[in-house]
């Protein structure tokens, strides 16, 4: 057969092919230079006792009183966490003048004063909760008054500025793939999308409804958080004569200066939509715009809107605050506050909470210890490390490079 007789190639040949891959060999080799050859100078410590040791003491000294300042930091701080998941589950009141008041149960709700106040954490009373309903109530038109809960809460020692006002949301996982890609930037900033474009983009399935581009399109702005905070009125305030004293929180400067660059006032416009009947809002959006955006109705301005910002700015873990207000010149007085909650965004379907945070900040940041506690823990470690070392060095101590020790000399 043909595939076992095979003619045997000349011996000229066969030395002209081992030339060849000779040559070809050589072409492969690396320049004889020290970088290309790894003869470059290089550091390869011994780590010996007399080294190692001194170096744990060195870095547990220093992270203990990093650690120190850490946790002094954030223990300047007064931070209050109020859960209201369940206001709406509670017996509907009749009329704002005759609120049926609830205590919060204890393990909804957290005061973490400041260590200078807490000797007024004895002193707190439980917070409590009304539900008003004004779902089949005709005169009432604005959507944030269809479902309240009021809240009222004691701040038991004066809050200096600046004092910020937070929402908290838990089991929210902002930062599925999907989600967190789920916008058009471009349409954002003002510039004309087409709706066969946003169909072919990350925005889909939340793109077009009957052939009109959704303004702002995905899911992110679809979920905007809706509920809505009133400014905390202090009850019957002390060396007043005033019944109430309004403490106000600005949406003003809660964003990252950057942001607003992200996002356009109005779509319509040169290089974008030539009318508002080319767009629509979102689905989650239709109760706050019925009829579609109108000339009396327009969209939002989406630059100005800060707390549309920071929702649009995804949280990395399903647990997370975001800022809702802050007031940077103002002392909060202690006292008994109100405040009333508009609630449109539901957590209950994916057994979710939500809740406010009220806290100050110190030149850590927020109420935070974990990091200072860290350092600590990790100073503990170190220096615990090297009194062990230090022992055994002095207890028994090794040759360094004793050849008696390798297993094969044993």
């Known amino acids: 057969m043909g595939l076992f007789n095979r003619k045997k190639k000349p011996d000229s040949d066969s030395g002209d092919s081992s030339e060849n891959k000779k040559e070809k060999g050589g072409w492969k080799r690396p320049a004889n230079t020290a970088f290309k050859q790894q003869r470059l100078k290089a550091w390869q410590p011994i780590l010996t006792p007399k080294t190692v040791l001194p170096t744990l003491f060195i870095i547990g ?52 004063l400041r260590s200078k106040d807490d000797k007024e954490s004895n002193n707190i009373a439980a917070p409590r909760y009304a539900f008003l309903d004004n779902t089949n109530n005709s005169t009432v038109t604005d959507l944030s008054d269809k479902k309240q809960c009021a809240i009222q809460f004691q701040i038991p020692a004066d809050l200096e500025p600046s004092v910020l006002l937070y929402y908290k949301l838990t089991n929210f996982f902002q930062n599925h793939r999907r989600y967190v890609k789920s916008l058009n930037s471009n349409q954002l900033k003002g510039k004309y999308v087409s709706p066969k474009d946003l169909d072919n983009s990350d925005c889909k399935p939340l793109s077009t409804i009957d052939g009109k581009a959704i303004y702002p399109c995905g899911l992110i702005a679809n979920s905007l958080f809706n509920d809505t905070f009133s400014n905390p009125v202090l009850l019957n305030p002390s060396g007043s004569s005033e019944s109430s004293q309004t ?87 202690k006292g008994t506050y109100q405040i009333v909650v508009g609630l449109n965004f539901p957590v209950l379907p994916y057994k979710g909470t939500k809740s406010i945070v009220i806290s100050t900040v110190s030149w850590v940041g ?21 009194i062990l070392g230090t022992a055994r060095h002095l207890i028994k101590p090794r ?11 044993r």
């Not at 927020?366 to 090297?386: D, M, S, T």
Request: net charge negative.
């Open 61 to 112: 000294i220093i992270f203990a009183p990093i650690g120190g300042l850490l946790i002094w930091g954030s223990s300047l701080v007064t931070e209050i966490t109020i859960d209201y998941t369940d206001c709406e589950n509670q017996t509907p009141s009749a009329s704002n003048n005759s609120l049926n008041f609830v205590n919060i149960p204890s393990n909804k709700y957290s005061y973490q």
């Open 247 to 333: 403490y106000n929180f600005s949406s003003s400067g809660i964003a990252w200066p950057g942001e607003a660059k992200k996002y356009t006032t109005n779509p319509v416009g040169p290089g974008g939509y030539a009318s508002l009947d080319e767009i629509v809002p979102p689905p989650n959006w239709q109760l706050r715009f019925p009829n579609n955006y109108t000339n009396e109705n327009p969209p939002p301005d989406l630059r100005s809107d800060e707390r549309f910002q920071n929702w649009m700015r995804t949280a990395g873990l399903p647990t997370f605050t975001k800022l809702y207000g802050r007031n940077d010149k103002d002392t909060m007085q």
């Open 366 to 386: 927020g109420k935070n210890p974990f990091l200072g506690w860290a350092y600590v823990a990790a100073a503990a470690v170190f220096v615990l490390l090297a």
């Open 399 to 409: 040759r360094l490079g004793d050849m008696s020790l390798l297993s094969w000399n």
